[in-house]
């Protein structure tokens, strides 16, 4: 007999694994419910003066090979990305008032306001140090009579009053609890003709993929080179294709996609939606965390891996076989 097979390992299995997934389970319900601590938490997480930039690296869309398949999937040009094909889109007059939620260091408010047709934009978000980054660099590119920032929590305060044509939100809306109030105060702000634009991971909540999605991302995992799985903070091979513990994510930040998996009904419940684009990211978001910093961009052999990964990606979504877990969607005033 195999000795995972035998009573004793099993039960030694069981005896260990339950405190830990006890103590996730009490971490992630902690987070759930939210409140100023949690709050604080997250803005802690978010502020650029203690985020680390090594974390860069890490991201699974640091490699322009898969930066540009994002690209594709939203435009159908690789060097066309959602924002520019958004406005192109949706900019149709001169004038433009625009709103920039969750702006950050302030990158999609400066990209916007260098259209024409775009006459002021406001940036908020809810760090502090944060804004303060985004309105230097605003003041730095001669911006700043053009754009403004204010910090501003979404997830309880109102939005700038405005009567905005364009709101756009980038990777911001995963971090909201109160999803049908704010989706009302965006609606609120909105002119009768206005857009909200967001690109949203809107996948399981707290990256908790079935026992299906992680079968077909441990298969992409196990097929890749062990130089490709190296991890490379630990030194250690990754060994499974999902490798974010819910409990752990929710200790450090208690915001992070709390309800992503609600974003989609949310809107559709409370705007008119008017397009809705599947953005990927469904598989190569979990496996190529952390190990994207295997992958050298204008190597040959590491940039043809990634375009199987983001090829089989594809296959995968437009068939239906899984759900795109990013969306890109515009929506209008009911």
């Not at 860069?56 to 994002?70: K, M, N």
């Not at 909200?196 to 993929?209: A, I, K, N």
Request: aromatic content about 8%.
């Amino acid at each position: 007999m195999n000795a995972k097979d035998s009573l004793a390992f099993r039960a030694g299995w069981f005896l260990r694994s339950r405190p830990i997934l006890l103590r996730r389970w009490l971490r992630v319900k902690l987070a759930d419910w939210g409140g100023p601590a949690s709050a604080r938490k997250a803005r802690e997480q978010w502020d650029p003066d203690a985020f680390p930039s090594a974390m860069s690296d890490f991201f699974w869309t640091r490699s322009r090979v898969v930066r540009e398949y994002l690209h594709e999937m939203a435009s159908g040009d690789p060097r066309c990305d959602w924002v520019t094909w958004m406005t192109h889109r949706y900019a149709l007059k001169s004038g433009l008032r625009v709103l920039v939620l969750g702006c950050g260091d302030g990158w999609l408010e400066r990209a916007v306001a260098e259209n024409d047709r775009v006459e002021s934009v406001v940036g908020v978000d809810f760090s502090p140090q944060a804004i303060a980054r985004a309105s230097e660099s605003t003041a730095r590119a001669g911006l700043a009579r053009k754009v403004s920032h204010q910090v501003v929590d979404l997830d309880r305060e109102a939005l700038p009053a405005g009567g905005y044509d364009l709101v756009f939100a980038h990777d911001v809306i995963h971090h909201l609890r109160n999803l049908d109030s704010f989706f009302d105060r965006v609606s609120k702000e909105l002119a009768p003709s206005g857009v909200l634009l967001f690109c949203e991971y809107v996948g399981p909540d707290r990256f908790q993929y079935g026992r299906e999605r992680r079968g077909i991302i441990d298969e992409f995992l196990r097929a890749l080179p062990e130089k490709y799985r190296r991890l490379p903070r630990t030194g250690g091979v990754a060994t499974e294709g999902v490798r974010t513990d819910p409990g752990e994510l929710a200790r450090r930040d208690p915001s992070e996609a709390v309800r992503s998996s609600e974003i989609l009904p949310a809107v559709r419940r409370r705007l008119k939606v008017l397009e809705e684009i599947p953005y990927g990211g469904s598989i190569l978001n979990p496996l190529l965390h952390e190990i994207i910093a295997n992958f050298e961009d204008g190597n040959d052999a590491d940039e043809a891996i990634l375009r199987q990964l983001c090829a089989a990606e594809k296959v995968l979504i437009r068939t239906g076989a899984i759900p795109s877990d990013y969306m890109i969607v515009a929506a209008g005033r009911k």
